[in-house]
C-alpha cells in the first residue's frame, strides 16, 4: 500500500489532521519494526505481535498518540514501553530528544537496533521498570505510555512539564480506553479520548 493511500485511509479520515504528525508517520519506515515475517502486514491497520506477548499497536494508534501529545519540537519526551522501537521513532521526528523505557530486555536490544538502522539518533532506550519513568531526565514535555493501569501513576504525573500532556490508556483489559490528559497544577483536564486495548503496564 502507498504512503499517500494509508496515512489517507487510517489516519486522516479517523481525524489526524497534524501536518507534522501526517509527515512524521510518512517518514518512519514501520516495516524495519516488525518480525521480518510480518513485514507485509507492516501498513495494515492492526496490531501486530512481538515476542513476549507484546505488539506493535496499529497507525491510528500511534498517530493519535503523537497528536495527543501537541508537540512543537524542542520537547524532552518519555516513551514508556519501547516494544519494538517505532513509537519513539515517530516521537523523534517531532521532539528535540526521545527517553524510551522497556522492562524486556530482549524487546530493548531489538529496539536498539532497528532504531540504529533508521537513523533514529534521537530515541534514548532504557531497561527498567516503566512505571516509575525516568526520573533523572525529568521535568518531560510529554508522556508516552503504551500500556493500561487503572490509574495515572503518580510517578509520572510528576514528570509532567505543568500545561504538558500525558497520553496513557486506562481501565482493565476489557474496558480501556486511551486518554490524553492535560496537567493543569495537579489536575488532569481530558483532552481526549476513544477506546482501545493494551497489554497491562507492568
Known sequence: MSPARW????????GITDERVL???ARVPRER??????QQFAYDDAALP????????QPFIVAFIAQGLALEGDERVL????????????LAELAREVHSIEVIPE?????????AATGAGRVEVHLGDGSQGLPEYAPCGGIAVAAAAAEVRPELWEQLEEGRRIVLPGGRRRSQRLCVLERAGEEARLVASLPARFVPLV
Request: charged fraction near 15%; avoid cysteine.
Open 107 to 115: 524487546l530493548a536490544e531489538a529496539a536498539r537496533g532497528a532504531l
Open 23 to 25: 509527515a512524521a508517520m
Open 50 to 57: 512481538l515476542s513476549q506477548g507484546q505488539t506493535v499497536s
Open 79 to 90: 516513551d514508556v514501553g519501547t516494544g519494538s522501537g517505532y513509537q519513539a521513532a515517530v
Open 7 to 14: 496515512i489517507e485511509e487510517q489516519l486522516l479520515r479517523r
Open 33 to 38: 519494526f516488525v518480525p521480518a515475517d510480518l
